[in-house]
């Protein structure tokens, strides 16, 4: 009976959500629809504001991905459309949705204990991922990681590698993670270089944040001019890409 509510729904002969395809596929032992449904459901209710759902599919299909016949059917694009799924990527959206229900401790480990499971020859860019997901988390909370060795360590493995939005978010992390060494010389290259990279990708959040980091070292150096030309700044730039919940007019 599962198998048959898992053939409906997935055949969109009926109308249901890919939660209830990811039950009825679990429980008729379909593990690969069960996995790519569960992963579809955690990236639908992240776009509804429910992370702590999220949460719960995103790790009902790390769980599923243990076994390596479904991570090896998962790893490539479905013929009906739907995306192909490595680990680490599935690792940072369930940090990130534990981060965005609050649950700051559970985002680090979910991506620590991937991060110290790689293989030696793991992509550089996936141990980057990681390192950027697990700092930008573990930056607003008590920790005892070496941040700024591991985003050192991201920005090494990044040096080779094209501009992209993960180069620029690796640069930005080190960039804060500097700062929170009190190095703001250093700070202020990491971020200035974070912003330069962001703006010519058309990159708005991650160049606005670089501004307001660049500020707060101005703020900290005793420069409180050049601190509040740095925030209006960076509303302007959030202003200018239509961020949602800005005011318009001139900054306050």
């Not at 969109?12 to 429980?27: C, D, K, M």
């Not at 992963?39 to 719960?56: L, Y």
């Not at 941040?147 to 080190?174: C, F, I, K, N, Y």
Request: hydrophobic letters at 50%.
């Amino acid at each position: 009976m599962h198998a048959a509510y898992a053939e409906a729904l997935a055949g969109g002969s009926v109308e249901g959500s890919a939660a209830e395809l990811s039950r009825h596929a679990w429980a008729s032992h379909d593990l690969v629809t069960a996995t790519r449904a569960s992963v579809q459901a955690g990236n639908e209710a992240m776009a509804v504001g429910g992370p702590e759902e999220a949460i719960r599919h995103y790790e009902r299909a790390l769980e599923l991905m243990v076994d390596p016949v479904v991570a090896e059917k998962v790893s490539v694009a479905s013929a009906d459309g739907m995306e192909a799924i490595d680990r680490v990527m599935l690792v940072v959206r369930a940090s990130n949705a534990a981060a965005a229900a609050g649950h700051l401790a559970r985002a680090v480990a979910l991506a620590h204990d991937q991060l110290r499971a790689l293989p030696e020859d793991a992509l550089p860019t996936d141990r980057a991922r990681l390192i950027q997901c697990l700092a930008t988390t573990a930056l607003v909370m008590d920790h005892n990681l070496d941040l700024l060795g591991l985003t050192t360590e991201a920005v090494r493995l990044m040096s080779d590698q094209p501009p992209s939005a993960l180069h620029a978010h690796v640069l930005h992390v080190h960039a804060r993670a500097t700062f929170d060494r009190r190095r703001d010389d250093e700070a202020a290259r990491w971020a200035g270089e974070a912003r330069a990279m962001a703006r010519s990708l058309r990159l708005p959040a991650v160049a606005s944040d670089s501004t307001i980091l660049l500020g707060k070292i101005d703020e900290r150096s005793g420069d409180a001019k050049g601190a509040l030309a740095s925030v209006e700044a960076a509303v302007s730039e959030a202003r200018a890409a239509d961020f949602p919940g800005l005011p318009r007019g001139r900054p306050g």
